[in-house]
């Protein structure tokens, strides 16, 4: 099937920044389109965006050029070509680029044409896009993890760790999942404004307090989780997303928001470990920063066989990275985030590397993202059990799990729930 026509446009994210949408149209008239999201605690290997730097617009982050890219020179390469199938036309727009890591062309409008081309086929095939991407065994549904108290970078607010995920696993569906969740959210919107604490939300849609301690959050998310009348760590567990890396300061890690202590990456994993025995805590995410190698090993060793243990900064669903992280023993999961690496097929190829060497994987969204509902069919395609896409609260991440609604609707009776046992410990 030829690709008959193929533009871009800038639109916007869910923090009023811009990101590029690309139509791709097949010679059958099918058409698929996609919007790229945008993280604020990137890592420092992931894939390249391509920013305009033109101060009089957007502060310099406009994406025209990224837009561009796609009108001209991908246009010109692949309109009147027949791909064939996804991982050849991803092959090509990396031949194309010709940078490791998608600088000339950008990953931003590499990815939107890579997902427009995915969406395109599978209505051509008249299949869902989950069953495109993963085949008729692509059945089970995610955990949804829902970030409820945002802090780090993504509130301006007190609080250190960037997210406070609430686990809710103890279901029989995702629909019953999903109420859970927001049932315990409510109960916490409820707390908060009994404290006299804000209701105002972050960027994922958590709620972001100026609180007291950073363990603050996990009381208060214990104490709404009961009010909601579940119980933690049996119904609803805890996850994690300190992202430390962000905290890393000349090889230690500094509370910056809280009372500007340091830790060493010994004192870290102290920390840890001393609140996966205080806290129901299932899943841990960047730990450690990026760079602290030797403190990841270590905190594997020490901590993995009771927890899940996902790199996010560290791997940047970057299959090299990865290999590395597989041959020195580091983490036990792996984020997957399809703009850290810029296209479907090197994102799905990542995620086979894990799941065969016996990582977990968990499907993510960004900070920044938009109505686009990719990461959805992405996580039921791999079938790996946990997503995360932010509270229930703020359109774009409510997209997501409506999606997932969705799908588990379709699917009927071959619909499965992934539960407890989707993450590794
Ligand atoms: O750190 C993360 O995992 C993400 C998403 O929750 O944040 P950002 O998109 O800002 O990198
Ligand atoms: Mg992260």
């Known amino acids: 099937m030829r690709i008959t026509r193929l533009d871009a446009i800038e639109v916007l994210d869910s923090r009023g920044n811009p990101t590029v949408e690309a139509w791709l149209q097949l010679e059958d008239g099918s058409e698929g389109s996609a919007i790229t999201p945008a993280g604020a605690s990137t890592g420092a290997n992931e894939a390249a965006e391509l920013r ?7 502060g310099g982050r ?15 390469a692949l309109v009147g070509k ?20 998608k600088a000339r062309l950008g990953a931003n409008a590499i990815l939107a044409v890579s997902i427009a081309y995915a969406r395109a086929c599978a ?17 089970v549904l995610p955990v949804p993890c829902l970030n409820v108290i945002n802090g780090g970078r993504h509130a301006d607010n007190t609080v250190d760790f960037q997210e406070y995920k609430i686990v809710p696993h103890h279901a029989t569906s995702f629909a ?3 109420r859970m969740g927001e049932e315990v959210f409510h109960a916490l919107k409820k707390l908060l404004q009994a404290h006299g604490l804000s209701t105002g939300v972050g960027d994922e849609g958590g709620f972001a307090p100026n609180l007291h301690s950073n363990e ?3 009381e208060l998310i214990l104490e709404a989780i009961t009010a909601a009348g579940y119980r933690p760590g049996d119904d609803v567990s805890l996850a994690l997303d300190p ?5 890393w300061h000349h090889g230690r890690y500094r509370f910056f928001k809280s009372n500007q202590s340091e830790r060493t990456s010994a004192a870290m994993i102290d920390l840890w470990d001393d609140w996966l025995q205080r806290y129901p805590i299932v899943l841990l995410e960047d730990p450690l920063a990026e760079n602290d190698w030797e403190g990841w090993a270590q905190i594997t060793q020490q901590l993995g066989g009771q927890v899940e243990l996902v790199g996010d900064d560290i791997f940047c669903t970057n299959p090299d990275l990865l290999q590395r992280g597989i041959r020195e023993g580091v983490a036990n999961a792996i984020l997957i985030k399809p703009n850290q690496i810029g296209t479907v097929t090197e994102t799905m190829e990542c995620a086979a590397q894990a799941k065969a060497a016996g990582y977990g994987c968990y499907v993510s969204h960004r900070s920044g993202e938009t109505e686009d509902t990719f990461i959805a069919d992405l996580a039921v395609a791999l079938g790996c059990g946990h997503i995360k896409t932010g509270s229930g609260c703020r359109g774009e991440r409510t997209a997501k799990f409506n999606r997932l609604l969705r799908i588990e609707h379709e699917l009927g009776e071959r619909a499965r729930f992934a539960g407890r046992a989707a993450f590794v410990r």
Do not use: F, W
């Not at 305009?52 to 957007?58: A, F, Q, V």
């Open 123 to 139: 209505h051509s095939l008249q299949v869902p896009l989950y069953r495109h991407l993963g085949g008729d065994d692509a059945v």
């Open 216 to 218: 603050q959050a996990i």
């Open 176 to 178: 019953e999942s999903i």
């Open 243 to 247: 992202a430390t890396s962000e905290m």
């Open 62 to 76: 406009g994406v025209q050029k990224a837009v561009e890219q796609v009108r001209g020179e991908m246009a010109g």
């Open 82 to 101: 027949d791909p064939g199938d996804q991982s050849t036309l991803d092959l090509l727009l990396c031949e194309l680029d010709g940078t490791p890591n």
């Open 52 to 58: 305009d730097e033109d101060p009089t617009r957007y």
